[in-house]
């Protein structure tokens, strides 16, 4: 019995239930498990890899005001909309209690999106696609995106960020291909 | 002690729990292939 | 030597580690009170037509739901496990009782620090803490105090078995019920030597001696100790189980190689499943996150699928002995569904398995990791586990134990019997509203998700305020099953009638 | 009773693998040694590894 000290061996075949159960446990855990390095290689969805220490949080600042000098076409309620070009680095800056600039993204094309905080931990989550990723300060995460559908697309914070938290809506807008 | 091993090796001492345990895996495996469709239905990350 | 015959058992019982026992799982049992009506407050504030708390109320009061009813309950009644599984089950003494005393003072003053500080508003961290997130110094104080008491009774449980040897209360085996409590005690080690080695350093910069924490090292070591806890949990509560069908129905373990093989694959695998955490943060690299949630990970999985087979059969075995043949289903028709002890041995493994055990394995691959992270699925997730799997099943456990250490008969038996199923089947639905929800995007931890006064507007699909109200409901029907375990447990302790 | 005696004397020996099942310090020590290996070191290696962020061009 669970409560008693089992005989002297106790070190038993096992059953043949046993056997199969513990077989097709194992191998369903096998694919499982292989789904992970696997799907590296051959799907179009995987957590990012790429990391970069901001020792300075004036610096990262200064890429984003660059990208947004550079990039600027238009303003939503005080927010300028930047519109990069297919394929260079983007920088969104998180910070208590909003998501910094708006996005202009072409449908199809790959961008380099670097996320940081500037100041507590911020979780960046796409809607209504549900994508998340966890946005830290000091670090840079770099999320290679390509949007494959077009619309209007809502960034919300689902990292607990202080009283505001549920104030911090950020807006990506995503157009056809073409124009 | 050896013929008493080689008996047990072949019995089916819990049928009735195996069953339950087939029907948990095939729930589990469904529900993974729900959350596969899911992700291939989002957008292009790496 | 102070000791009893159980006149239910035949056990041999100490006195010293029967008070441990007691005070204890009565601590643990309060803790779930507070815990819960914290959950009370949870529920009715996601529900989207009551939304009951202000925002500020809301982070404090989820701070102190996840500190009492995730760390303190739990944890309070594992500890009385461990005096019961390294004393009272081997029929021998717990050595140096003062150091049990010591550990419990330490940890209900830890607790105390922690409720208290939280309750005046200083520390609307959540339970995670991030940092730079910050709360006042008594906050980081009052948890090292905690787990230096919880280490310190882990630690109670090793010197418990070593005297037991050397007693010979045992020859070579322990028991598969301690072995399982040796195998959390193993994990609690690990568990709470990370939360120390964190824990101290943030305390130190709270008071400013220390400038900076780096967050990414910190959700590192901090999930050791967040993530790991919880797999105290998986091992008493499996442990729990083998218990419970070995005590309502005489059930043998269907293999002790079986079980044990379990029981090992967790103690060396399964805290590297803090990971799960850290799938989509930066830092890490792919091999690290692989490794850690795949690799040896699954094995720790297989061992849950041996127990969620191994326990049933076992029961199985025991039910056919009695008669209970015909088919494949008569012996789980004839049952005792009516004792809660088992009833809610039955839904815990039911619950844990089919609800936590599938989303928990899923969740934490990598890949669906990123439309699932920080959405209410998780909370879904881990309501599956340590709500339906660990509370259900120390819910069982109280019942058990009543007699046996209290001596006192339950009260309200009817309604005891009844409770085990209103409760378990309140938070199936209650989670299940949540892995809906979590599954549009809704987040975790966030007080308005219609996002009424951002700046941008969004609404999440319809169809959630649908699977929040369900979520809801099941959480209404949830403390209701608890307030009747409250109720019976405590009212059978005071007032039940003595058994002898 | 005549049985019991014969296992005392050891007539089986006990099979290596439960001899290490029912060794828990040493089950303590991998039990600690490996997460801590395998998940703490090996993630603040990479921690202290990660590269400051370079020169974007504007």
Redesign the interface.
């Known amino acids: 019995m669970a409560i008693k000290e089992p005989e002297r061996i106790w070190w038993k075949p096992y059953t043949r239930d046993e056997r199969l159960w513990v077989a097709m446990a194992l191998l369903w855990m096998m694919v499982s498990f292989v789904f992970m390095p696997v799907y590296h290689f051959i799907g179009a969805q995987n957590p990012p890899n790429e990391t970069y220490r901001v020792g300075d949080k004036e610096k990262f600042r200064a890429l984003v005001d660059g990208m947004v000098n550079k990039y600027k076409v238009g303003e939503e309620k005080g927010f300028p909309i930047v519109k990069p070009e297919p394929g260079s680095d983007v920088f969104v800056q998180a910070s208590m209690w909003q998501w910094y600039p708006i996005l202009e993204l072409q449908q199809g094309k790959t961008y380099r999106i670097h996320l940081s905080s500037m100041d507590i931990t911020h979780g960046f989550s796409i809607q209504p696609i549900n994508m998340n990723f966890t946005v830290l300060p000091g670090y840079d995460y770099v999320v290679t995106l390509t949007p494959t559908t077009a619309g209007d697309y809502y960034i919300i914070c689902n990292e607990y960020c202080g009283l505001g938290h549920h104030l911090m809506v950020g807006k990506m807008i995503v157009k056809q291909g073409g124009n | 002690m050896a013929e008493e091993k080689e008996k047990r090796k072949d019995k089916m001492e819990a049928p009735g729990t195996f069953a339950l345990s087939i029907i948990f895996l095939v729930a589990f495996i469904i529900i993974w292939f729900a959350h596969l469709k899911w992700l291939i239905e989002v957008w292009g990350v790496k | 030597m102070d000791y009893r015959i159980c006149s239910l058992t035949g056990f041999k019982i100490h006195k010293t580690a029967e008070d441990l026992v007691k005070w204890n799982m009565v601590t643990a049992i309060l803790f779930l009170t507070l815990g819960g009506f914290m959950g009370l407050l949870m529920a009715l504030t996601r529900w989207p037509s009551v939304h009951y708390l202000d925002a500020t109320h809301y982070y404090r009061f989820l701070t102190l739901h996840g500190f009492n009813a995730l760390l303190l309950w739990i944890l309070f009644f594992e500890i009385g496990l461990v005096y019961f599984t390294s004393a009272i089950l081997l029929n021998t003494r717990v050595v140096a009782p003062f150091v049990g005393w010591i550990a419990y003072a330490l940890m209900l003053v830890g607790a105390m620090f922690v409720n208290i500080v939280v309750f005046a508003g200083k520390a609307d961290v959540l339970f995670t803490s991030y940092v730079p997130l910050k709360a006042n110094g008594v906050y980081y104080l009052g948890i090292i105090i905690f787990a230096v008491g919880a280490l310190t009774a882990f630690g109670h449980f090793f010197a418990n078995i070593i005297q037991a040897k050397r007693d010979g209360a045992y020859k070579n085996t322990l028991p598969l019920g301690t072995f399982g409590l040796a195998a959390a005690s193993i994990i609690g080690v690990f568990t709470l030597a990370h939360g120390a080695v964190i824990m101290i350093p943030v305390f130190f910069w709270s008071i400013d001696l220390i400038k900076y924490i780096d967050p990414g090292t910190y959700r590192l070591i901090f999930w050791a100790l967040g993530h790991a806890s919880q797999q105290i949990n998986v091992c008493a509560m499996v442990a729990m189980w083998y218990m419970s069908a070995a005590f309502v129905l005489g059930a043998n373990p269907v293999n002790e190689k079986l079980s044990r093989t379990a029981f090992v694959l967790y103690i060396l695998f399964i805290n590297i499943a803090s990971e799960h955490h850290l799938l989509v943060d930066p830092i890490f690299s792919t091999w690290h996150k692989v490794v850690n949630t795949g690799y040896m990970m699954h094995l720790a999985v297989l061992a849950s699928m041996i127990h969620a087979f191994a326990i049933p059969a076992s029961m199985e075995v025991a039910l056919r002995k009695k008669g209970y043949t015909k088919g494949l289903f008569d012996w789980l028709k004839n049952a005792p569904w009516g004792n809660p002890a088992f009833s809610a041995t039955f839904l815990s493994i039911i619950g844990f398995g089919f609800l936590g055990g599938i989303t928990g394995v899923i969740f934490g691959t990598e890949q669906f990791n990123i439309i699932r992270h920080n959405t209410f699925a998780i909370t879904g997730h881990f309501h599956a586990t340590v709500v339906s799997g660990t509370t259900v099943a120390f819910m069982g456990g109280t019942y058990l134990l009543i007699p046996y250490i209290f001596r006192r008969e339950i009260i309200l038996p009817r309604l005891a019997a009844f409770q085990p199923y209103l409760y378990a089947i309140g938070v199936a639905v209650m989670l299940i509203g949540m892995i809906a929800a979590g599954s549009y995007g809704v987040p975790r931890r966030h007080w308005d998700i219609t996002f009424s006064s951002a700046i941008f507007p969004f609404s999440f699909d319809p169809s959630t305020d649908i699977f929040l109200s369900i979520m809801g409901v099941g959480g209404l029907l949830a403390v209701l099953g608890g307030v009747i375990f409250i109720i019976v447990s405590l009212g059978s302790i005071m007032f039940g009638r003595r058994t002898e | 009773m005549a049985e019991e005696k014969k ?1 005392e004397e050891g007539q ?1 020996p ?2 290596a ?2 001899l290490f ?2 060794n ?2 040493l ?2 020590f ?3 040694a ?3 290996l ?3 070191v ?3 290696m ?2 202290v590894q ?5 020169v ?1 061009k ?1």
């Not at chain 4, 990660?50 to 370079?54: A, K, S, T, W």
């Open positions: 296992t089986e006990v099979p693998w439960q099942y029912d828990i310090f089950l303590l991998l039990g600690i490996i997460p801590t395998v998940y703490t090996w993630g603040l990479e921690i990660i590269p400051e962020l370079p974007f504007p």
